[in-house]
């Protein structure tokens, strides 16, 4: 049995526990009156509806939102609805005209966002989602307090989230306007992806952006549960799924109640009981004591490799997902901006050219002429040297495609179900291959006669070169899985064979002639990159855990030639192997570029440019690289010997 001291000693603890919480509250009052200045504060309250995972072909989740569009109805207290990503499951047009159909029956205002699956699955380049919905990122105002919402990618990529500067400048340029000071209206910022090290790349950089404005919380979805998060001081509010949990026939969502001293977030069931499970001070002061934020990205490896330098780099002022191009020692650059930007060989700006829309697959040079796949359903023939455009061949839908050109000719793929051979000089259609299932994203392989590339439709095809009739196809095992398509890597030839890496985490070598599949490994769980050595004998890869592997580039058996442990941790970003000079580089989704010997693969050195995906790279020699990044860096790295 306790003793009578021991007894009041624990009082004395829970009595100084609880002034000590008073005072904490009483403290953030304050800073909320500091706040609010001399404005009226009205509570309400709105709904927060994430994750829905729309699909045509999957009728539960349609039915869990249809309920819950009826139950915010039927909810006076309502006054809003945020819709916070995930919206159709494979990031499909057909599945966000669904959602965006159930979700008009809302008779209260909604916002919505784009998450990672309506954004690296799309089949539009996310221009689906600007149609249908009519914007991709918002902000408005409501009773004093001051909502904006952006997306976080990842775009059209495996990858970390990322936030794109130019949603950066987005949101800070909204908050500039609403001001710091006294009379600042107090704002929520929406996102799908949490402000997480572990969930965006460049969390720190929106973090350290918006700080010095009256930021009360971030309202995110992606876990598909409850959470509480903090990221740098700034509280997170992670909302649960509108899909039903397992024994359920309805979903939920959640509710967030706004007064003058308090934010209370509920879970309501559809059709059932409401919990609240998170309570928070309503206050912009957080806290701002660096030592308990997440680490900075550290830098420390470029310590080890001080004879690799960034020569120059440019910042092009939006994200860019395509690889460079360098022709006539010239650079070229395509952005989600809807630009092309060249540069000369020290990176100063020579040109631009705008597109209607942004910009996805890594473009082509030949005879002159850079073409160009644009999501504003154009293909673009732009001349190399001034810039200007010498032709252009509409397609019907957007294209993601990076292109190929070989002998005068530029092959393409379409989000419209076909596939073209254009020629470089005049934009005349050589041919066109109807009947493709999905997008394609992919830079096709030419090669022995034959156009080999894959799509979003578990298909990799292979065409003849001259008239683009079909020759064969090949589907993995997962065929009804369009996540397991062989649509991200960049096909390779040798041997006889075309060799992919898909995100089953499988290398194949299939027959050039007949489509047959001649072997595939899960030996060293590589994902979607891959490479090929200059002389066609080794096949390189990526691991999706620390190592680049090669094999021998034969059709007969999978054969492992060595493997080298680079140190990069987790990986899936899918960024093609390039060997020059007998070097093989690689690169990874937090900013690493790496240079290995392409025989023996001892690593030679690693170099990070950023904390954010490097597109694949674009050796000049094998001690000069040119890369571009998702933060939308242009620049070039090299060595001294």
């Keep these: 049995m306790e003793s009578q001291a021991f007894l009041a000693m624990k009082k004395d603890q829970q009595f100084t526990a609880i002034r000590q919480t008073g005072r904490r509250w009483m403290f953030c009052l304050l800073c909320l009156c500091l706040t609010l200045g001399a404005w009226a504060f009205e509570p309400f309250r709105f709904a927060v509806v994430t994750d829905i995972h729309i699909n045509v072909h999957a009728q539960t989740p349609s039915d869990d939102l249809r309920q819950t569009v009826a139950a915010i109805n039927s909810d006076d207290s309502t006054d809003f609805v945020l819709v916070t990503g995930d919206i159709a499951d494979a990031g499909d ?188 001070p309503f206050t912009t002061h957080h806290d701002d004591d660096s030592s308990h934020w997440a680490p900075r990205p550290s830098y420390a490896v470029n310590d080890n490799y001080p004879q690799v330098t960034e020569q120059w780099t440019r910042d092009q002022g939006a994200a860019i997902f395509s690889s460079p191009v360098v022709w006539n020692k010239r650079v070229y650059a395509a952005d989600n901006a809807g630009r092309v930007v060249c540069y000369d060989h020290e990176g100063q700006e020579l040109w631009r050219h705008q597109t209607g829309a942004r910009i996805i697959g890594t473009p ?99 065409l003849d070169r001259r008239n683009g009739q079909r020759l064969w196809t090949w589907q993995p095992p997962n065929k009804d899985n369009m996540h397991y398509s062989p649509a991200g890597c960049w096909p390779v030839a040798a041997d006889g064979c075309v060799f992919i890496c898909d995100p089953e985490r499988a290398m194949t070598a299939i027959d050039l002639n007949s489509g047959q599949q001649r072997w595939r490994t899960y030996q060293s769980k590589v994902r979607e990159s891959i490479g090929l050595s200059q002389d066609g004998r080794r096949l390189y890869a990526k691991t999706m855990q620390d190592s680049i592997v090669c094999y021998a580039a034969d059709g007969q058996a999978p054969r492992e030639l060595w493997a080298t442990d680079c140190g990069f941790g987790y990986e899936h970003a899918r960024v093609m192997l390039v060997e020059k000079d007998g070097v093989v580089f690689a690169s990874n989704k937090d900013g690493l570029i790496m240079a290995l010997d392409g025989k023996t693969g001892r690593l030679l050195w690693k170099h990070k440019a950023g904390n954010t995906m490097i597109n694949t790279v674009e050796p000049l020699s094998r001690n000069r690289i040119v890369f571009t990044n998702e933060a939308g860096k242009v620049g070039e790295v090299g060595v001294r010997n």
């Excluded at 470089?424 to 022995?448: C, F, H, M, N």
Aim: net charge neutral.
């Design 364 to 462: 082509a040079i030949g005879k002159g002429i850079i073409v160009v796949a644009s999501a504003d359903s154009c293909i673009y023939g732009l001349d190399a040297k001034s810039g200007q455009q010498r032709w252009c061949v509409r397609t019907g839908a957007p294209s993601v495609s990076a292109v190929t050109i070989t002998d005068g000719t530029a092959y393409v793929g379409s989000g419209d179900h076909r596939f073209r051979a254009i020629r470089v000089s005049d934009g005349t259609v050589v041919w066109q291959a109807d009947g493709i299932k999905g997008y394609v994203e992919t830079r096709p392989l030419v090669t022995a006669g034959k156009v080999v590339f894959g799509d979003w439709a578990n298909t990799l095809y292979c």
């Design 93 to 280: 047009g057909a599945s966000l005209r669904m959602a965006h159909d159930l979700l008009s029956k809302l008779n209260k205002p909604w916002y919505i966002i784009e998450g990672n699956h309506d954004q690296n699955w799309s089949e539009s380049g996310c221009m689906d989602f600007l149609k249908i919905f009519g914007y991709e990122r918002f902000t408005f105002e409501h009773k004093g307090i001051r909502f904006i919402g952006i997306p976080t990618g990842p775009m059209m990529r495996m990858a970390m989230g990322h936030v794109a500067p130019e949603d950066i400048d987005y949101v800070t340029s909204i908050l500039r306007s609403n001001g710091k000071g006294a009379g600042a209206k107090p704002v929520f910022l929406v996102t799908h992806m949490p402000m997480q090290p572990a969930d965006v790349d460049n969390w720190y950089e929106l973090t350290d952006a918006v700080r010095p404005y009256p930021v009360v919380a971030f309202i995110n979805g992606h876990y598909h549960r409850d959470l509480h998060f903090t990221y740098d001081g700034i509280p997170g509010i992670v909302n649960v799924t509108n899909l039903r949990q397992k024994g359920h026939s309805a979903g939920q969502y959640n509710l967030i109640s706004l007064a003058a001293d308090s934010i209370r977030v509920y879970t309501q069931a559809v059709g059932g009981t409401r919990h609240c499970w998170l309570t928070l």
